[in-house]
């Protein structure tokens, strides 16, 4: 079946310009997290939803950072007044529910802030 | 917190020529350790899971062992398909379900 989408898959953005990364999990997964991927290094979590709950946001770097699953499926990252240490991979992860540890990851988006 | 540490950095071998990866970690209450292969431009793709010191998992040329303090990704016979970035990663207890990851191996097999 079809796996973890994330649109688009590039983007570049001028420092100050607000930016809206779209995630689709894998269809009935209960759990989504967001990760974020600086070259060369391993991912580093985010936030993470169960259904339209966000249960944990302690990996957010700032608040200019939201995550929001308004429906319990699509999700969006939306980074405000980007910022040039803000370039980086930001990868979706979904799991089918809170008990199984399989995490499954999109192909991410590559952002670059200018 | 939970940390995790890959060796080496990178690895380049012959085709043909076994070797193995290293993950170390420290977790509370270790809910999963987790390998992943990442190729360039492409997000990580899973290939493990191990739970408890003993056990072992194989996948083609692919092996995963864990013990109380490490785990190795041996390597057997690789082809040059093989090379990628391999993470490493762990689920503790406390972690809420988020998964802790290495700065990962990069491997490169050579013809």
């Known amino acids: 079946g079809a796996g973890v989408s994330q649109s688009p898959r590039y983007k570049v953005a001028k420092r100050g310009q607000d930016v809206a990364l779209r995630c689709d999990p894998i269809?009935?997964?209960?759990?989504l997290f967001w990760y974020q991927q600086a070259l060369g290094q391993g991912p580093e979590f985010l936030t993470y939803?169960?259904?339209?709950?966000?249960?944990?946001k302690s990996g957010l770097p700032s608040d200019r950072f939201f995550a929001e699953r308004p429906e319990g499926s699509v999700s969006t990252l939306k980074i405000q007044r980007t910022q040039q240490e803000d370039s980086a991979v930001y990868l979706c992860?979904?799991?089918?529910?809170?008990?199984?540890?399989?995490?499954?990851f999109g192909p991410g988006t590559r952002l670059t802030v200018l | 917190e939970d940390q995790v540490t890959q060796s080496p950095e990178a690895l380049r071998l012959q085709e043909g020529e076994s070797s193995s990866l290293n993950c170390s970690y420290t977790?509370?209450?270790?809910?999963?350790l987790f390998w992943y292969r990442q190729d360039p431009g492409k997000g990580p793709e899973f290939l493990f899971t191990?739970?408890?010191a003993g056990e072992e998992k194989e996948k083609e040329r692919l092996k995963a062992t864990l013990t109380k303090k490490e785990s190795f990704l041996h390597i057997t016979a690789p082809k040059p398909e093989d090379s990628a970035t391999y993470l490493c990663?762990?689920?503790?207890?406390?972690?809420?379900?988020?998964?802790?990851f290495g700065k990962g191996t990069l491997l490169t097999v050579n013809p």
């Open positions: 992860a979904s799991s089918h529910n809170m008990e199984t540890d399989t995490q499954y």
């Open positions: 269809s009935g997964h209960v759990s």
């Open positions: 939803f169960q259904n339209e709950a966000q249960l944990d």
């Open positions: 977790v509370s209450g270790l809910r999963g």
């Open positions: 191990l739970y408890s």
């Open positions: 990663a762990v689920r503790g207890g406390g972690s809420n379900y988020k998964l802790t």
